[in-house]
Antibody, heavy 123, light 108 residues
Framework: EVQLLESGGGLVQPGGSLRLSCAVSGFSFSSYALSWVRQAPGKGLEWVSG????????SYADSVKGRFTISRDNSKNTLYLQMNGLRVEDTAVYYC????????????????WGQGTTVTVSS | EVVLTQSPGTLSLSPGERATLSCRASQSVSSSYLAWYQQKPGQAPRLFIYGASTRATGIPDRFSGSGSGTDFTLTISRLEPEDFAVYYC?????????FGGGTKVEIK
């Protein structure tokens, strides 16, 4: 069974940092691109960042570029999101999600999602 | 950046009725990379349609997707009680992904 389990969320002050992790099992981790997607309270989905299976392709939404860094450790089957310079508007549930197919460099469509981890940025 | 606009924002229908959800893109989108997700309260999104018209694993055939270019549609032929939820369209292009704002399908 394919599973994605996010962790690392919590309460942080504006300007602070957090590192989210997404532990994966049930598929060939290094073969699939992955994404982080967030959802602010009561709002819609917002794509945050994506990374290819090898880590050679990386992309960010404009709203987080320069503040967030996505990475993966294929030896540990884990995806990361380092979040620096956090703002109140970064408050959201953060989901990691797996690309539908291994043949895509980018996670163009996501077929399996974790349950999310909550990040709250507040003073 | 491709902006996806979903309409209507809320659709109030009764079980058994037909639902038609629209997703309009600010520029042409590859059909290969147009997807629809369902989300229920407190749950993660679930992939329903990919490649604009292909149902994901386990999705019943009352759900269908269509469209090309800038206009895409998700149709639910006969609403079942479990179909009342929020639906999002999503696209990939130019190394970026984006979601529409969502359509809530609620019980009338």
């Amino acid at each position: 069974e394919v599973q994605l389990l996010e962790s690392g969320g919590g309460l942080v002050q504006p300007g602070g940092s957090l590192r989210l992790s997404c532990a994966v099992s049930g598929f060939s981790f290094s073969s699939y691109a992955l994404s982080w997607v967030r959802q602010a309270p009561g709002k819609g989905l917002e794509w945050v960042s994506g990374i290819s299976g090898s880590g050679g392709w990386i992309s960010y939404a404009d709203s987080v570029k320069g503040r967030f860094t996505i990475s993966r450790d294929n030896s540990k089957n884990t995806l990361y999101l380092q979040m620096n310079g956090l703002r109140v508007e970064d408050t959201a549930v953060y989901y990691c999600a797996k690309s539908l197919t291994s043949s895509w460099t980018a996670p163009a469509t996501m077929d399996v999602w974790g349950q999310g981890t909550t990040v709250t940025v507040s003073s | 950046e491709v902006v996806l606009t979903q309409s209507p924002g809320t659709l109030s229908l009764s079980p058994g009725e037909r639902a038609t959800l629209s997703c309009r893109a600010s520029q042409s989108v590859s059909s290969s990379y147009l997807a629809w997700y369902q989300q229920k309260p407190g749950q993660a999104p679930r992939l329903f349609i990919y490649g604009a018209s292909t149902r994901a694993t386990g999705i019943p055939d009352r759900f269908s997707g269509s469209g090309s270019g800038t206009d895409f549609t998700l149709t639910i032929s006969r609403l079942e009680p479990e179909d009342f939820a929020v639906y999002y369209c999503q696209q990939y292009g130019n190394s970026r992904l984006s979601f529409g704002g969502g359509t809530k399908v609620e019980i009338k």
